[in-house]
């Protein structure tokens, strides 16, 4: 089934369109920032935001000003959470169209061209649920350049998606259609000997997040020369 949102239809649905933004946390997806600066809300007196921008940087300074870790939280739509409340319904906007085919992209972690092409088939998740099980990949090939050195990238139609989450740029995909897809590579980053960005460089302004990431990565990084942030922030 197909439910087009209109404005006029119920105000329950003007008030859940794409261009609300909400921050939510990621282990209690009922607690979010909302206006009072020192404690978390429902959904019912959330913060909403006009722009994708405007939300990023009231988390950052949220998170700041309460002592959480930034990663803790997610950025969603209000169509995000419409979809989550009917998980059996395929819903679409007036200007989406379920057949439309997407372009996605996703990053991968290798030492080599046959490694990464190995494990762009495989469907394991690597401890990814944040936004549900599922094999991730995002609508931003930007975006793909901080999960690996290898980025490839395909096409999908949206209704094959399992979520996607517009605020964020993920597009999660069940196993049984990421098996389906043929990917191609299209970039590979240099992450050899003083490499500035050793995995996830967009967050290299996250010192504490960078470290955690590299903490877990340690040996790939040590084994390809890479810099440690820790390294670094002690020089």
Avoid at 42 to 71: M, P
Avoid at 91 to 115: F, M
Wanted: net charge neutral; with cysteine.
């Amino acid at each position: 089934m197909i439910r087009v949102i209109k404005e006029a239809v119920d105000q329950r649905f003007a008030n859940l369109i794409k261009d609300h933004y909400y921050i939510r946390l990621k282990k209690d997806k009922s607690k979010y920032i909302g206006e009072p600066a020192h404690r978390l809300v429902d959904l019912e007196h959330a913060r909403v935001f006009k722009t994708l921008q405007w939300a990023r940087t009231w988390k950052s300074r949220w998170c700041w000003g309460n002592e959480y870790k930034s990663d803790n939280f997610e950025i969603i739509t209000g169509l995000d959470i419409l979809r989550e409340e009917n998980p059996d319904e395929n819903i679409v906007t007036e200007e989406e169209d379920p057949t439309e085919r997407i372009t996605i992209y996703r990053g991968i972690l290798a030492d080599n061209k046959e490694e990464a092409d190995r494990y762009i088939k495989s469907t394991k998740t690597l401890g990814a649920k944040d936004f549900g099980t599922g094999m991730y990949w995002t609508r931003s090939e930007e975006e793909a350049k901080n999960y690996g050195n290898y980025i490839y990238r395909t096409t999908i139609e949206r209704q094959q998606a399992k979520k996607i989450l517009d605020a964020q740029e993920i597009v999660l995909l069940s196993k049984e259609v990421h098996k389906s897809l043929s990917p191609v590579l299209v970039d590979q980053l240099d992450l050899g000997y003083n490499a500035q960005y050793t995995f996830y460089p967009k967050l290299w302004k996250d010192p504490e997040m960078v470290m955690q990431i590299q903490e877990r990565y340690k040996d790939y990084i040590k084994r390809t020369g890479g810099i440690f942030i820790k390294e670094e922030n002690n020089d």
